[in-house]
């Protein structure tokens, strides 16, 4: 059971391109949701997918957008990179949003330098 | 709004020491809380939830954590760390929407 599958790991950019990070899960979680990890300010919520079809900003979603492909996979793509958004990102999924009691799982996180 | 305030941004302890960590969180209706580890260069793994019943909540690793709904807090403890409890540790809430919101994290070094 692999859980939460990111790719790539890695990745360096230059300012100005842009590229898709891919995420998929495969425990049949209704929600998935994407995350960056900066030193000192934790984890920030980007964007989340309540649902199959359904996508929403959250705390710092300027930069980034997203596609809920189909209930497995949830991408996250950087239109123009900044240095700023140089981060570690994680992709997690839950069961469902608004369900009592459910923890998210995590993908093991994808660290993103931008030059 | 939810969010999630932790304490101690950095703790260094002795192996065998005790460990408390503080959390308090501010949203005012029924809240979800987890604690959430992080090995370095691993992703986040759950340590403990609380959700409803008894505010004593025990997880993996001996680690426990005690939900005081006065005072909105859910300190994490452990009686005596190891030196492989090094690691990040993060505190969570989930409110009305449900969607996990982070605080900004405890770094935890424990020299053997």
């Known amino acids: 059971n692999a859980g939460v599958t990111q790719t790539p790991k890695f990745q360096v950019l230059k300012t100005g391109q842009s590229m898709t990070l891919q995420c998929a899960q495969d425990m049949n979680h209704n929600s998935m949701y994407w995350y960056r990890q900066d030193p000192g300010m934790g984890l920030r919520l980007i964007y989340y997918?309540?649902?199959?079809?359904?996508?929403d900003k959250g705390e710092v979603p300027n930069g980034y957008n997203v596609s809920r492909l189909n209930k497995r996979e949830f991408s996250l793509r950087l239109e123009s990179a900044a240095p700023s958004q140089t981060s570690v990102y994680f992709c997690?999924?839950?069961?469902?949003?608004?369900?009592?009691?459910?923890?998210?799982?995590f993908g093991q996180g994808t660290r993103l330098t931008v030059v | 709004a939810q969010s999630v305030s932790q304490h101690n941004h950095h703790v260094i302890l002795s192996e065998a020491a005790s460990l408390e960590l503080g959390c308090n969180y501010s949203?005012?209706?029924?809240?979800?809380l987890f604690w959430y580890v992080q090995y370095p260069g691993q992703h986040l793994q759950l340590l403990l939830k609380y959700f409803s019943g008894d505010p004593l909540v025990k997880g993996i690793k001996g680690f426990e954590a005690e939900f005081i709904k006065s005072k909105f807090s859910f300190n994490l403890r452990k009686p005596s760390v190891q030196w492989s409890d090094t690691a990040e540790y993060f505190c969570a809430v989930s409110g009305g929407s449900y969607i996990p919101t982070f605080g900004r994290g405890t770094s935890l070094i424990v020299h053997p």
């Open positions: 997918s309540a649902s199959e079809g359904t996508t």
């Open positions: 997690a999924s839950s069961p469902r949003t608004g369900l009592v009691g459910t923890e998210a799982f």
């Open positions: 949203y005012g209706g029924t809240v979800n």
